[in-house]
């Protein structure tokens, strides 16, 4: 897992994840939410390099945004139960939300996600 959890927004500064760890590493991608019990309003995982995703063995339903390599949206799954499968042609990242996360927020294809570590970076 990353070092410390950073924040997502969109390019109009709208905070879209107040709290996202990133899975960059192999092994911290296969584990995922794994054995947690929830995902919490305003969490979420980034798993980079990842075209696809499952939910085996999950507890919970998650909405997956599927991401090009400049973090813009190109597909939005929402409620993706456990024990299921999705991936996107052209993604390169995947940011794993709660539930209801991406509607309520009005996540939508075409968007453009920038991660701010917290400090003032803006992500670029």
């Not at 709208?14 to 939410?33: H, I, M, N, Y």
């Not at 299921?84 to 794993?96: I, T």
């Not at 927020?105 to 570590?117: S, T």
Request: proline fraction near 7%; include cysteine; glycine fraction near 8%.
């Amino acid at each position: 897992m990353s070092r410390s959890p950073v924040s997502v927004s969109d390019a109009r500064r709208r905070v879209l994840c107040e709290r996202c760890t990133v899975a960059d590493r192999p092994l911290s991608r296969l584990r995922g939410l794994l054995g947690r019990s929830e995902l919490p309003p305003g969490e979420g995982l980034l798993l980079r390099p990842s075209p696809s995703i499952h939910t085996w063995f999950m507890r919970f339903p998650i909405d997956a945004l599927f991401l090009d390599r400049d973090l813009c949206v190109l597909a939005v799954r929402r409620e993706l139960r456990p024990w299921r499968m999705a991936w996107q042609k052209g993604a390169r990242a995947v940011l794993e939300l709660s539930a209801g996360e991406a509607q309520m927020r009005n996540i939508r294809p075409g968007d453009r996600l920038v991660l701010d570590a917290g400090g003032g970076d803006d992500g670029r």
